[in-house]
């Protein structure tokens, strides 16, 4: 019997070849009336001057904006991996709201986690385990 | 009078209310914009072919692409000007057709689609309009003309042949089968449409006229018990089944060939092998771990009694808690005075398997230390300077 094959699937490294933003959809809703949209809106709008600029620097994003009545101004992104993550950024300034749809973009997506190992890896450890066969004999 | 407050309130709500069958007006969605009603006509009645209808972007496509595939033209009077077809000079549009179809439809003014292209980061001369093509699977438009299906067929020759090139010439003495599993492995159907689905690539729920052009257009397989994988007989081509419809991993493996085949068409050659090393032999897959060996002794000592080595012999090289629960053996394969495997196991046998697995391993992964010139190297320059790569005897018959 000649050796035969097992299938496999190969694993995706985002960033080991091409990178791909996780961040594909970000929806900006605002409320025309309520003063909690300031921000957003019309005087000191986020929309009129910063997402505009924020969208051309950020082509790989679908942005929609939508407005919300009578609800808080949200920030919803929409991730790669299916989920999404909604900010609330009533009453914050337009800088504020630059920095929140900026951490939106950066994420990955995938839940909050503590990462307690210092490093994350596919490929086996180089090292190995330890084996008390190999390596110099202790002598006691 | 307690009594009576609440039959009023009750009258004040219940005012509004109807019954369905006293309705004066009918319901608020049939009186929605006229090419919602247009379009729903359309799609569930009279059209055969459901994308059809969207003449109009068509033709935009077709002009405004340099790209050779979309150079057949289905309407030779209405796409000689790149604006659309004035209703003065040319015949109106068929009854069936939507009036108004939204601006997503068209794949210049999609926002997904855009959003594909930069996240692909391909070069401005990939046209989104090849891109929205490659959305195309042939079960949701037969025409071929507006489908996916010639840029897949590309796609998959060039996706085949480099995949194939590189692993020959990585591990040239790979058994046949392990090289047929690894080249699935980056280039089957299945890792296509994982790669798919990293890169963002929704589905339509149905192919209409009126779908976003950056989403995949595909007939979904209707609900019911799985249906067998060779659902096509032998001597059929592969797109004679979608008229079922086709499972979702298909198409979506389908467009991504589709956009390795527009790389190629519309950047070179250069540009698509740099895009398939960073999209496909980017990713992560242990070659080592897709041997299955059945009787590895033998086809060590029948790999020995070829390569005119001496035969192999398994020794003994320590061990610890042998009369435990849980013992060690550490066997190590020689051939004369050298090692060539090593293994360790619960028991002998075991750990002289392991040796003997661990020595073939060693002798099919072999991988010649600089890397040798691939055979492409020579698509752009046929003089450029070519290292060959070995080729090996093959794998060993038991």
């Known amino acids: 019997m000649p050796v035969s094959a097992l299938q496999a699937v190969s694993k995706s490294r985002n960033g080991v070849g091409a990178f791909i933003l996780q961040c594909k959809r970000m929806e900006f809703n605002f409320c025309d009336w309520a003063g909690s949209s300031k921000g957003m809106r019309h005087d000191r709008s986020f929309l009129k001057h910063s997402l505009p600029q924020f969208a051309k620097e950020n082509p790989q994003i679908e942005i929609i904006v939508a407005p919300r009545p009578n609800k808080i101004p949200i920030i919803r992104g929409v991730y790669i991996n299916g989920r999404e993550k909604v900010i609330a950024v009533d009453g914050l300034e337009i800088q504020q709201i630059l920095q929140k749809a900026q951490l939106l973009r950066d994420s990955s997506g995938a839940k909050l986690k503590r990462i307690t190992k210092p490093v994350i890896s596919l490929n086996e450890s180089v090292r190995g385990m330890f084996s008390p066969f190999h390596g110099e004999k202790h002598v006691i | ?398």
């Not at chain 2, 995949?216 to 249906?227: A, D, I, S, T």
């Not at chain 2, 320590?318 to 849980?326: F, V």
């Open chain 2, 1 to 398: 009078m307690k009594r009576m407050r609440c039959a009023g309130l009750l009258r004040d709500q219940l005012l509004p209310i109807r019954h369905p069958s006293a309705r004066m007006f009918p319901p608020h969605h049939i009186r929605r914009t006229p090419h919602f009603t247009a379009t729903t006509t359309t799609t569930t009645t009279t059209n055969p072919r459901p994308l059809s209808t969207s003449t109009r972007n068509r033709n935009s496509a077709t002009t405004t692409a340099p790209a050779p595939v979309e150079t057949s033209n289905p309407n030779p009077p209405a796409t000689t000007s790149p604006e659309p077809p004035q209703p003065s000079s040319s015949p109106p549009p068929p009854q069936t057709a939507p009036t108004t179809l939204p601006p997503c439809r068209s794949p210049t003014t999609s926002a997904k689609l855009a959003a594909l292209h930069a996240r692909l980061s391909l070069h401005p001369k990939f046209p989104v309009q090849t891109l929205a093509r490659a959305l195309i699977h042939p079960s949701a438009d037969p025409n071929p003309l507006f489908n996916n299906r010639s840029l897949t067929t590309l796609g998959s020759a060039l996706i085949n042949y480099y995949a194939t090139e590189w692993l020959l010439c990585t591990y040239p003495r790979l058994p046949a089968e392990v090289l047929r599993a690894a080249l699935s492995a980056y280039v089957g159907a299945k890792a296509l449409a994982s790669m798919g689905r990293e890169w963002g690539v929704e589905s339509a729920f149905e192919p209409r006229a009126d779908v976003d052009a950056g989403l995949l257009q595909f007939k979904r397989l209707p609900p019911g018990p799985e249906v067998e994988a060779s659902g096509y007989k032998w001597w059929q081509e592969k797109g004679e089944r979608w008229t079922n419809g086709v499972p979702e991993e298909e198409a979506t493996a389908s467009f991504v060939t589709s956009t390795f085949a527009g790389v190629y068409l519309h950047e070179g050659v250069g540009p698509v092998k740099q895009f398939f090393r960073q999209h496909v032999l980017s990713r992560k897959l242990d070659i080592d771990k897709l041997f299955n060996f059945v009787q590895p002794t033998r086809e060590l000592s029948s790999l020995c009694s070829r390569e005119g080595f001496e035969p192999p012999i398994a020794r003994h090289i320590s061990e610890t808690g042998r009369r435990s629960i849980a013992p060690v053996f550490v066997v190590g394969v020689y051939s004369g005075l050298e090692k060539i495997g090593e293994g360790h196991g619960g028991s002998m046998n075991e750990a002289r398997i392991r040796a003997a697995v661990n020595a073939l391993k060693g002798w099919y992964l072999y991988s010649p230390a600089p890397q040798v010139d691939l055979p492409s190297k020579t698509d752009d320059d046929p003089h450029a300077p070519f290292r060959p790569a070995v080729i090996d005897v093959g794998e060993v018959i038991v």
